[in-house]
């Protein structure tokens, strides 16, 4: 996918819901978060999708992979235009996760207030200023028309606000799926209509890959931050279990002031100047505020 290529909000919804269904679903055994705006396709089983998956690792062969997991009377009646959009998406997927990309997909329990979640860890090691080029953050920007798209608590995971553009914009793709740390060792950077992800830190293998979502994105200072750097410093959500009797003890919903409260997750705002390109003058600030009756 270059950086030209552009969706509305419903096709990138409807593709990338297919495209994480057909491809991280099998490979992680459990079902990714999804935008849900439209039944989702019949497809095979995923013993099925999870054999043809690892058998691209030895192929390459995209196309013929792109038609094994897309076999079906679905797959078959999309139009052109749609199939092609599915196709880049199944792309970025498989470029990403299932070649020597330097990156994995895994599993993760560590948040409590999700089930099911992952994280992107590195397999290889990373240094300052080198981009990950295949974790792809694929952005379409709201319309009035797209209002009734996200339901609160639901869906609304992946919603950023460019303050370059001033619009709202929904972002997928394989990008999505890094977490946040308030020491990060990348940064997101918007081009366009896609995101990438730079190094700001030395990566090792194994490590997880992070970026920092805001210094206020999990209520006032982030107190209820459950990243990892929280943790060792005790810090965000560990602070308060410190000052809370065991019994007492319950996640904090994230509220900066009152009458708002942060969407969950994946919910940003990005400053980016002229050239396409956010700066250090120009920090992501990765804050998103609903009106309080957005509770969820």
């Not at 995923?46 to 038609?67: A, C, G, P, R, V």
């Not at 992070?210 to 943790?231: K, R, V």
């Not at 997750?265 to 309080?292: R, Y």
């Amino acid at each position: 996918m270059d950086s030209g290529t552009r969706m509305t909000v419903m096709e990138l919804c409807e593709v990338d819901d297919v495209a994480t269904g057909l491809v991280l679903d099998p490979l992680l055994g459990f079902s990714t978060h999804k935008m849900n705006i439209a039944p989702l396709p019949e497809t095979q089983l995923w013993d099925i999708l999870k054999e043809t998956l690892l058998s691209f690792q030895h192929t390459q062969d995209f196309n013929k992979t792109f038609n094994a997991l897309t076999a079906g009377e679905y797959f078959n009646a999309v139009g052109s235009h749609h199939q092609e959009l599915l196709r880049q998406q199944v792309y970025c997927y498989l470029s990403a996760f299932l070649l020597d990309s330097g990156v994995k997909i895994e599993s993760t329990d560590r948040y409590s207030c999700e089930t099911n979640g992952a994280k992107v860890t590195s397999t290889k090691h990373w240094f300052p200023g080198q981009r990950i080029e295949v974790m792809l953050g694929c952005i379409a920007e709201f319309s009035p028309a797209d209002s009734a798209v996200l339901k609160a608590g639901v869906n609304d995971f992946s919603v950023m606000y460019s303050l370059r553009r001033k619009c709202d914009q929904l972002w997928l793709g394989p990008a999505r799926f890094i977490n946040h740390d308030c020491n990060p060792n990348a940064k997101y950077v918007a081009c366009k209509f896609v995101a990438y992800v730079d190094v700001i830190r030395p990566i090792s293998p194994g490590e997880e890959i992070t970026c920092c979502y805001g210094p206020n994105f999990f209520g006032d200072e982030n107190e209820a931050c459950e990243c990892c750097t929280c943790e060792r410093n005790g810090e965000g959500h560990f602070k308060q279990r410190r000052k809370l009797p065991h019994c007492e003890e319950k996640r904090l919903r994230p509220r900066s002031e009152a009458g708002t409260v942060h969407i969950q997750k994946f919910t940003h705002t990005i400053e980016i100047n002229k050239s396409g390109k956010s700066t250090e003058a120009e920090k992501e600030h990765f804050v998103q505020e609903l009106p309080h009756s957005h509770l969820f």
